[in-house]
Every structure is written in C-alpha cells, then in structure tokens.
C-alpha cells in the first residue's frame, strides 16, 4: 500500500506565500510524475502544476509565474510553492502521484487527503 500525506496549507492573506509538501510512502519501487490538483468548491478539480520523474515541469496558466512546482526523489516527496496568492486560489489542494510498488510491480495512481488553501481578500 502507498500513502500520500500532505502538509503545509492554511490561511493567508492575498499576496502572500504558502508551501506545500506531499511525502509518499509505503510499498515504493519508484515514483513516476507527481503533481497537485486542486477543487474550489461547486468547481471541478483542475490541475495546477505536474513534475516529471527527471525535473520537467507544467504548469495551468492561471499559476505560471507564481507557483512553484519540485521534487525530492531520494525523499519521494513532491513540493508546491505558491506566491502572490490570489482569493481565487482558495481551494482544496491534493497530491498525486504515479508509482510502481514493489509486489505487484504495477503503475497504479494515488491521491493525497488533500489540504486546504484559503487566501482572504
């Protein structure tokens, strides 16, 4: 089994900065893409920036130049760090990541608990 457990959201005034962090852990062989998602509510979660196994990087438009997206492989753990935050940003932010595990040596998808982000006006 693999757990996905985030850290680091809160409230913060509009241009502000806040960091996130998602560590997996488990049954890891390797960890593929990773990346955050997010759902304000009454919207469709929508995602806000991926990074790739070698350091690629994507990023929705909304966020460029503000947000921040790294990982740590040897630590399997994916960062956001967000600035210049707006009240649209206020939202469910959740972790996912692709990753093959030792039993079964299959790629399967896994989601974090997610974390709230709520920036004031």
């Known amino acids: 089994q693999v757990q996905l457990v985030e850290s680091g959201g809160g409230l913060v005034q509009a241009g502000g900065s806040l960091r996130l962090s998602c560590a997996a852990s488990?049954?890891?062989?390797?960890?593929?893409?990773m990346g955050w998602y997010r759902q304000a509510p009454g919207k469709q979660r929508e995602l806000v920036a991926v990074v790739y196994s070698g350091g690629n990087t994507d990023y929705a438009d909304s966020v460029k130049g503000r947000f921040t997206i790294s990982r740590d492989n040897a630590k399997n753990t994916v960062y956001l760090q967000m600035n210049s935050l707006k009240p649209e940003d206020t939202a469910v932010y959740y972790c996912?990541?692709?990753?093959?595990?030792?039993?079964?040596?299959?790629?399967?998808?896994?989601w974090g608990q997610g974390t709230q982000v709520t920036v004031s006006s």
């Open positions: 488990g049954n890891i062989r390797s960890v593929g893409v």
């Open positions: 996912n990541a692709w990753v093959v595990t030792i039993l079964t040596s299959l790629n399967n998808n896994y």
